[in-house]
């Protein structure tokens, strides 16, 4: 019998559940439809230059999903079956004082990170772990009451988490053994017919519209998955003429005329999904929640820490001037005209961005690494346009210190940073091309045409 070694897992993975997520939320295949359509116009018009970013192939089957999880054990759970896949957790994002609300999770994204491997299939998962010991949020007696209920679930059959173990081991498994492992992975995040209780979801609830997702259930689910598009301005305004109502605002960098830089994500606001709910008094009636979106991103270069710095002062600048009255688009346009390098050449002359290099002649030409990771703000943004109400918070109380390490340890599992993996990936093309990275940066030139994958 043959084997399935482990990039084809990811990649049935990721079909699997996009079929799946497909026939629970149709609006998701409306937003998949515009998302090749736009990407062909792109294409057409900009030839090779579409594919700098990652390959046309790559591109039409990029997803990133997202799910919730409650405690360190159910996150190391996540890890076995998503390692079987090839995805391993890269960077840690603390939502709990992210702008424009906070939000009572820590979160890392599980993902291939050998350059060869997302260009084959680069799935990604954001997963985000609630923190009930954040006093901010959680009283002492919620905290203990949601513990025993996260204590007494079981999201993951131990006959998943057996053949997961196995792929991760093997790097294959069997084809009879595959076909199950897919189908145990993919049940594990479909969304369940177990009724919810109730009082004890509105309890949460008043707390957090994420702290009910994850704790007043007893299973988790994938609450998003999102295609990757070529010109996410034109998706917003496709999406709008065939009336799905998106949120307000693109997040991330504006639209401009420079260099794309990391991510810009939207969405559509959760739909209202039928859910069985048990009543106090034990009967079970239909009600409806709202926890499931669309979201689409677009994929720029990746920033060095110190244009991640510039980053982030540019968007503090936008703030202080939406602030004082300015509106977003306009602000955003102006900071990021005389603040962001309006050209790749000028980002990989300042060292903010990260390229791979790669000698043709006597020249050496830089290619621009794609961001492959996410944005706290983003992820923040996102979160909250898709909860029903802000939930109650009281900043007085002291939160639970986390941080990388805290949770590489409660999941027993190195994490890497997104930076170091693309620093490495930069130094591996410069030895290659048999250059000192500290070689005088005049003699590079910033590659066009092709990804070069
Ligand atoms: C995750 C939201 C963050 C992104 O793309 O930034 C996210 C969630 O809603 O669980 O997926
Ligand atoms: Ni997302």
């Not at 007696?141 to 997961?164: H, K, Q, S, V, Y």
Request: charged share 30%; net charge negative; aromatic share 8%.
């Amino acid at each position: 019998m043959s084997a399935v070694g482990t990039t084809e897992l990811r990649a049935r993975f990721a079909r699997r559940l996009s079929d799946l997520y497909g026939t629970e939320v149709p609006a998701y295949t409306t937003l998949v439809d515009e998302c090749h359509l736009v990407n062909q116009r792109v294409l057409d018009r900009d030839g090779a230059a579409a594919e700098r970013f990652g390959s046309i192939d790559r591109v039409t089957a990029e997803r990133h999903g997202a799910i919730r999880v409650g405690t360190p054990a159910e996150l190391a759970q996540v890890a076995r079956i998503f390692g079987a896949l090839g995805m391993r957790p890269v960077g840690f994002y603390d939502l709990r004082d992210a702008h424009p609300q906070p939000i009572p999770v820590i979160s890392t994204a599980f993902r291939p990170t050998d350059p060869g491997e997302l260009a084959r299939n680069p799935f990604r998962v954001f997963t985000s772990m609630l923190v009930p010991q954040d006093r901010r949020f959680f009283d002492a007696d919620l905290e203990g009451r949601l513990l025993r209920f996260l204590d007494r679930r079981r999201l993951f059959p131990d006959e998943l988490l057996t053949l997961a173990d196995r792929a991760g081991r093997d790097g294959e498994l069997i084809e009879a053994d595959a076909a199950r492992f897919l189908e145990l992975a993919a049940a594990a995040f479909a969304l369940s017919p177990e009724p919810v209780d109730r009082a004890w979801y509105a309890e949460l609830e008043r707390i957090s519209g994420v702290a009910a997702d994850i704790g007043g259930v007893s299973s988790t689910h994938i609450n998003h998955l999102t295609p990757r598009v070529l010109d996410i301005d034109d998706l917003y305004t496709g999406m709008q003429a065939r009336g799905i109502a998106m949120i307000d605002e693109i997040q991330g960098p504006p639209r401009w005329d420079g260099p794309d830089v990391l991510l810009r994500q939207t969405s559509f606001r959760a739909l209202a999904e039928p859910r069985a709910f048990r009543e106090p008094d034990g009967s079970i009636s239909e009600g409806r929640l709202r926890v499931r979106f669309g979201e689409v991103e677009a994929r720029g270069i990746a920033l060095t820490p110190a244009g991640r710095v510039l980053y982030d002062d540019l968007v503090t600048e936008v703030d202080r001037r939406v602030a004082a009255g300015e509106p977003r688009q306009e602000a955003a346009a102006r900071v990021w005209a005389t603040g962001m390098p309006a050209t790749e050449s000028e980002l990989e002359r300042r060292g903010l961005a990260f390229f791979t290099y790669r000698k043709v002649g006597g020249s050496l030409i830089a290619d621009p690494i794609v961001y492959e990771d996410f944005l706290p703000r983003s992820a923040a943004g996102i979160f909250a346009s898709n909860l029903g109400t802000a939930g109650e918070m009281d900043a007085s109380q002291g939160g639970a210190p986390r941080d990388l390490a805290w949770l590489a340890e409660v999941i027993g599992r190195p994490i890497r940073t997104p930076e170091e993996i693309y620093a490495e990936q930069q130094e591996e093309s410069l030895m290659r091309s048999g250059v000192s990275p500290t070689i005088d940066r005049g003699a590079r030139r910033v590659g066009s045409g092709s990804s070069g994958e």
